[in-house]
């Protein structure tokens, strides 16, 4: 079934609970009425003005526009492509940084072609532009952000080095993390998957899976929520 307020999109779509993982401070039922869906990427609906969302992988900027609409949130967010960069728009509450996010603070070989999105990990008939590149405490401490309320993370493979290489302290400042892994692009990443979900259960993150067939639409929700 899909979310209430949401759609399915695609047949890969499968709203997939595990109560055991996901029961905390927060009852299943609030948990279910409280999912909300953008631009591919579910969340709990417990956001305000006052709330820090972190967008990584900007895009064209439409998951950093709607949150400010709906929510009223502050927006931090990255996108490295510059022609991406180049044509985002100015929004009120959105601070925008040309970036890619990365294991360190040296500059990233990102790889741009015209049939998917430019990435650092998959260079099949692409050519290359080198970008500067922040990891995500960097990130973090630069605006002065201790906690993150939602933070959206679309980085085309490059999840798994920079997750790899956050440290747990840094990982428990974020109170909501929606990924879309990149098994979709190349199942041989699917134990990557695996190991980086294992870390952030051990962490005490509970997850709830949205898609059925690839790890394309995960959240993982603080052990406090």
Known sequence: PSPPGTSS???????????????????????????DRVDLHSFLRILNETSTVVDLGMSDGDFARTMVSRFGCHVYGLEPEPSLFAAL?????????????????????????????????FDVGATS???????????????????????????????????????????????????????????????????????LRRLGFRRIKFTQFTNGDVLYMHPTI
């Open 9 to 35: 999109t695609g047949s890969d779509y499968f709203f997939q609970l595990q109560p055991r993982h996901v029961m905390g401070s927060t009852t299943l039922t609030e948990m279910v009425l409280s999912i």
């Open 89 to 121: 728009p100015d929004i009120d509450r959105v601070v925008k940084e040309q970036a890619a996010v990365s294991p360190t603070d040296e500059p990233v070989t990102l790889y741009v072609n015209t049939t998917q999105c430019a990435s650092t990990l």
């Open 129 to 199: 532009v080198t970008v500067a590149g922040t990891t995500l405490a960097s990130f973090l401490d630069r605006h002065a952000i201790s906690t993150v309320d939602l933070l959206k993370m679309d980085i085309e493979g490059a999840e798994f080095d920079v997750l790899a290489s956050t440290s747990d302290l840094d990982l428990l400042r974020i109170r909501q993390l929606t990924i879309e892994f990149h098994d979709f692009l190349d199942s041989s990443l699917l134990p990557r998957v695996s190991i980086t979900d294992q870390r």
